[in-house]
């Protein structure tokens, strides 16, 4: 049932926009304000009442009722539950808004479009418009395996309950600002869930661009953390991997076109491909672990 699940939730995902239906928070703002407001201090509380809890809930109901009418209300449940637990907000349109004031050379534009949509952070520094065009790449990336990869994998191990865990761990983290630090107990939870899955998309890069360049980054970037005694961060191991899978540099000091040559038309247009071909290599994978997926259930080892 898994299967059918992810493919039919990522075709709606992909083709129809449910997010205005679907995407209904409020519950979960009340729940929180209602059972967190009073202890709000306590890491563990905010993990198992803030999480545990209503994932665990909710998980319970749709085991109960998986078996009725033929099972066709459980499948019912699974595809509205994992759609509900994609990210929020439709980051095609938030990038095709950021290219188009790119195409137009409205740079100032085109940073505001990407700050709101998450693929910028306010503490970034912008110098150029090809340092820019790689840190949106960069946020592109790991926004949706966030969005996407990250629950898609998390509800194959652990069905619903994996998938609300993480939906609802990004939900909380919107609005308790001190849970998004590196130190805080569902920030940690959270760094250990995209883990496996993280390095998983590493290795699709490969299989959908240059293999040998992922291979190489991933072997270095790794190598440099295990030194130093640090864990390697979800979205430097996405962009390490990523730009080597399109061919591209990390550093733009190291980029085949001068910085200033982004002021010409030339420049903007290369710079346009990249973000087209980013998209295009995340997509590519999205087929793979869709493919992965079938290959598993074919020889029984996922249902």
């Avoid at 909710?58 to 078996?67: E, F, P, R, S, T």
């Avoid at 449940?77 to 980051?91: A, E």
């Avoid at 095709?96 to 050379?105: H, T």
């Amino acid at each position: 049932m898994k299967l059918i699940t992810i493919i039919v939730a990522v075709m709606i995902l992909k083709l129809a926009d449910f997010r205005g239906f679907v995407h209904q928070d409020r519950w979960y703002d009340n729940y929180l304000k209602r059972w967190l407001s009073t202890d709000e201090s306590s890491q563990n509380r905010q993990l198992v009442l803030g999480l545990l809890l209503p994932s665990a809930l909710i998980a319970l109901v749709v085991y109960w009722v998986q078996d009725w009418l033929f099972g066709i209300v459980g499948l019912g449940l699974n595809i509205l539950i994992l759609l509900y637990c994609f990210g929020r907000g439709d980051l095609s349109i938030q990038i095709s808004s950021y290219l188009d004031k790119f195409k137009n050379k409205d740079v100032e534009a085109a940073c505001n479009v990407a700050l709101a949509a998450g693929l910028l952070n306010e503490d970034q520094v912008v110098e150029s418009a090809p340092q820019m065009n790689q840190q949106v790449l960069s946020g592109l990336m790991y926004q949706e395996f966030l969005r996407l990869y990250l629950v898609f994998f998390w509800y194959l191990v652990l069905g619903v309950f994996g998938a609300l865990f993480i939906c609802l761990g990004l939900l909380f983290q919107c609005t308790h600002s001190e849970a998004k630090n590196s130190k805080h107990l569902i920030a940690r939870f959270l760094a250990a869930a995209e883990w496996i899955p993280v390095r998983i998309l590493a290795i699709t890069f490969g299989l959908v661009g240059n293999f040998e360049s992922v291979y190489q980054s991933y072997k270095k970037s790794s190598r440099e953390y295990e030194l130093d005694e640090k864990s390697m961060p979800a979205q430097l191991l996405l962009t390490t991997c990523g730009f080597a899978a399109l061919g591209l540099a990390v550093d733009d000091s190291e980029s085949e076109y001068p910085s200033e040559s982004a002021q010409e038309g030339e420049g903007y247009i290369q710079l346009v491909e990249e973000v087209e071909d980013t998209k295009r290599m995340l997509f590519r994978s999205l087929v793979v672990w869709l493919a992965g997926l079938s290959i598993l259930t074919i020889v029984g080892w996922s249902s």
